[in-house]
Every structure is written in structure tokens, then in C-alpha cells.
């Protein structure tokens, strides 16, 4: 339906292929957290990776910091409606985290935890083949708390809740278990191409 | 429990506009089918040009779940908010605008979660607190309720006679803060919501179940902070940031 009186003057029509449906750029960074800025000191910082209920590898943040560290620039797609472009990213690949583990997927689900309790799903194949990390560094810079320092999941293909702030873990699943906002009505994949923002779009 | 989202657009009907503060409007949309949702939770709005582009935004509702029959989003106009300025320039009464919802399943709260519970707004970060004010005026419930709000200026203060005549219930304690002017009548206070106010909020409620803070992330950041330096537990804390 045509809305009475709207021509959209906020298009730009040289970045049309690259805008997801729904979807408007911004400059800014904006911030969006369920709740409080949780407050993570690198000296009790740890990362654990978990196959089920069970920890099958754990890191420090120096531990962490020496693994091998991958760039990529993307945009970054927020359900609540904005994109930014060439979003900057430093960070360990799934990749990388997995092979240091010496651990191959053992199931294709994967659930990331958070030092503020939340929890997000993401697909395996979706962080594998460099297409996830555990981002460290933000445009050139340690990330700031309130972007999911000092880590955060960097999911960018995804709808942006996708990628955990403050992910302090990884867990295979043995099937697809909804997070907090997929729990919430959100979708369980989350595609902005596709615009699976609710369950059920 | 929140409502299952209904997720397909309606087209929706502006029953009424009201200008609530130089900033903000306030617009009254009455549905084909009106949602059942919970206070705290939005509505996405989408504007589609008549060769197909449109514009998404989120709103959040002002109005009690208790009226479903007619939906209040406030607007607040941004600098260069193509969808904002579109609502405050060119919508008008009997307009037609597409809306799905309710959406959004945690800055959510109804007398059954139970209380006390504490309200903490900047500027338009007062709006889906004020739905869950109107619901608890509307259900008549003891649950005790603190709204800490403020604005630049008194004008700017959302809903502020409404929230006058409700503290006579006795229930409901507001407390309203402006930033950039001497306050000018007796129950406004003059600077920004900083840790001593907090405090004395929270030493005539000293355990709120929830408390619910909305704004631009600034205010929520500063907040939130100084509501852990003051001993709230981060669970019991929930954010609404509003901006970008």
C-alpha cells in the first residue's frame, strides 16, 4: 500500500543493492543492550568453548589475544532498522578458535553466551568458512564496553543481535535452541536480505 | 506471559494527532485488529513510496493495553529523521499507515509481574513507560510505582499533567527533573537525575522488583551505572536505548 503523501527522500540510489529491505544507513554506531553495560575485567575474562554442557576449551584474554587475528570490513545490518557500511573488525575466526581447540563441529547448532546472560543461536556453517569471529578490535581500537567489549561474536550476514556482545563463549548444541530474543518473538535465523525479523516472517 | 506477536502489517487509521511537546506528537491509530500487547512493548511502522521503496521504523506505545481499540505512538522529531518529519509535516487525521505488532518481549511489565517497580525516563525514553503507568492506573493497582523522568525544560516533560493527577492515588510518586531551566513550579527539580536523587528514590523504595530505564543511550548508560554503584543488581535492571 502506497502511504498518502510519501516519495522517500532518504534512498540513496547508488547504495540501493547493498540495503537490505527495510532497512536505512547511518553514520552513527548506534547502542542497543537489554540491559546494564556489564562490567568484564580482562584478568577474570575467559572464553569456553563447550561441546553440550561440557567445557572442552578455555582461554584467557593473553591466551586469547595469541591466537591468530583476522581483518574483514562488512556491513552491519541492526533488526531495529539501520545499517551501517564498512564496519572495521579485528578479531579470531571461528576458524582459527576451533582449530587451536583442535575440535571439528560436532553438531551444526551453536549457541553463544554472554557475560550479561544473554544468549543468541547462529548456525555452524554460518560461523565457519570465515564468515564468524570473536571480534576484538573495532575501527583500529579495543572495542568499547558499550559496542561488547572487550569481545564481542561478529555475525555480519546475520541481523546484528545475531552477534553477541560480550560473548565470553561458544556451545555446540545437539539441536537449534532459541536465545533471548529468539525466545522473545525475533526470528530463529535472521536474514536481512530476506527480512526474517519475527518468528514466522 | 508477552503476547504472541502479530505479525502482519494492518492498515491502520490516524484517529487523532496531538502535539504533546514542542518535539514530540502524539499519534492515535485505531486497527482492523486491535493487538492485545503488554506495556513497554512497540510497533513498527512502514512508509511505502509509490514506486515500492519504503521506510521501517519502530515506535514505542504510549496508550494502556487496556484500550487495544486505539493505539498511541509518540513521535519525537529528529534532525533529519525521514520517517519522524514525515509524521509531524505531512500525516494528518484519516491518514492510512501501515503497522504490525506488538513487538518486543523484555522492556515489558503488567500488574501480574508484580512490584514495587521503578520507572526511569530521559525525554522520549518516557513513552512505553508511560504505558505501563496508564496500565497500572487503569487496573487500580497497589503495586507501588516511582516514575523518574526528566527533559530539558517543563515543556518537554511527556505527559506531565497526567502524571500529576495520578499521584493521587497515592501509589504512584512521581519525580521529575529538568535540566536546562530553574525549575519553576514546586514538584520539578532542577538538574540532571544524578546519584543523590537516585539514592533518595531508592531509600523510599529500597527493593524494586524491576527497574526499567529508557532513553538515549547516554542517559541509560549513566543510569544504569549509577543504579549497580547504588547496589541494583544487574538482572533486575532493564534498558530501552533510543537514538541512532
Not at chain 1, 94 to 121: C, K, R
Not at chain 1, 138 to 158: E, F, K, M, N, S
Request: hydrophobic share 40%; net charge negative.
Amino acid at each position: 500500500m502506497a502511504t498518502r503523501g510519501f516519495s522517500g527522500r532518504g534512498r540513496t540510489p547508488s547504495g540501493q543493492d547493498r540495503l537490505p529491505p527495510g532497512q536505512y544507513t547511518t553514520a552513527d554506531f548506534p547502542v542497543l543492550s537489554l540491559g546494564p553495560t556489564p562490567r568484564v575485567s580482562l584478568d577474570t575474562w575467559r572464553f569456553t568453548l563447550r561441546v553440550g554442557p561440557k567445557p572442552v576449551k578455555q582461554w584467557t584474554w593473553d591466551e586469547f589475544n595469541r591466537l591468530p587475528m583476522t581483518g574483514v570490513t562488512q556491513d552491519i545490518h541492526c533488526v531495529t532498522k539501520w545499517s551501517k557500511y564498512d564496519t572495521a573488525w579485528e578479531g579470531v575466526s571461528i576458524d582459527d578458535l576451533l582449530a587451536d581447540a583442535g575440535l571439528d563441529a560436532p553438531t551444526p547448532w551453536v549457541l553463544a553466551h554472554s557475560f550479561d546472560d544473554y544468549t543468541t543461536n547462529v548456525p555452524f556453517a554460518d560461523l565457519a568458512g570465515g564468515r564468524g569471529m570473536v571480534a576484538l578490535r573495532y575501527a583500529g581500537q579495543p572495542i568499547d564496553a558499550d559496542h561488547g567489549g572487550p569481545a564481542r561474536l561478529l555475525v555480519p550476514h546475520l541481523y546484528f543481535w545475531k552477534s553477541a556482545k560480550w560473548v565470553n563463549g561458544l556451545q555446540f548444541t545437539q539441536q537449534d535452541v532459541a536465545g533471548f530474543w529468539e525466545l522473545r518473538g525475533y526470528h530463529m535465523y535472521g536474514d536481512p536480505w530476506r527480512e526474517q525479523r519475527y518468528s514466522g516472517d | 506471559m508477552v503476547p504472541t506477536p502479530k505479525r502482519q502489517w494492518q492498515v491502520a487509521r490516524v484517529a487523532a494527532i496531538e502535539t504533546l511537546t514542542p518535539r514530540i506528537k502524539g499519534f492515535h491509530f485505531t486497527l482492523p485488529e486491535p493487538p492485545a500487547f503488554t506495556a513497554g512493548q512497540h510497533m513498527d511502522v512502514r512508509l511505502v513510496a509509490p514506486d515500492g521503496y519504503e521506510a521501517q521504523r519502530s515506535y514505542s506505545i504510549a496508550s494502556a493495553p487496556e484500550r487495544p481499540d486505539r493505539i498511541e505512538l509518540a513521535i519525537e522529531r529528529l534532525e533529519d529523521g525521514e520517517v519522524s518529519s514525515f509524521f509531524h509535516d505531512v500525516v494528518q487525521v484519516g491518514d492510512e499507515i501501515e503497522l504490525r505488532g506488538p513487538l518486543g518481549g523484555h522492556f515489558v511489565w503488567s500488574v501480574e509481574d508484580g512490584g514495587p517497580i521503578l520507572l526511569i525516563g530521559g525525554g522520549s525514553g518516557v513513552v512505553p513507560l508511560m504505558s505501563m503507568v496508564r496500565h497500572h492506573a487503569a487496573r487500580a493497582s497497589s503495586i507501588p510505582v516511582t516514575l523518574v523522568t526528566s527533559a530539558r525544560t517543563a515543556v518537554d516533560l511527556l505527559y506531565l499533567d497526567e502524571q500529576r493527577r495520578l499521584q493521587a492515588n497515592g501509589v504512584f510518586r512521581l519525580v521529575a527533573r529538568v535540566t536546562r531551566e530553574a525549575a519553576a513550579t514546586p514538584d520539578l527539580g532542577s538538574g540532571r537525575i544524578d546519584r543523590p536523587l537516585l539514592q533518595g528514590v531508592l531509600d523510599a523504595m529500597p527493593d524494586p522488583r524491576i527497574v526499567f530505564v529508557c532513553g538515549s543511550n547516554p542517559f541509560v548508560g549513566t543510569v544504569a551505572d549509577l543504579l549497580l554503584d547504588l547496589g541494583v543488581t544487574a538482572g533486575r535492571i532493564r534498558t530501552e536505548r533510543f537514538g541512532g
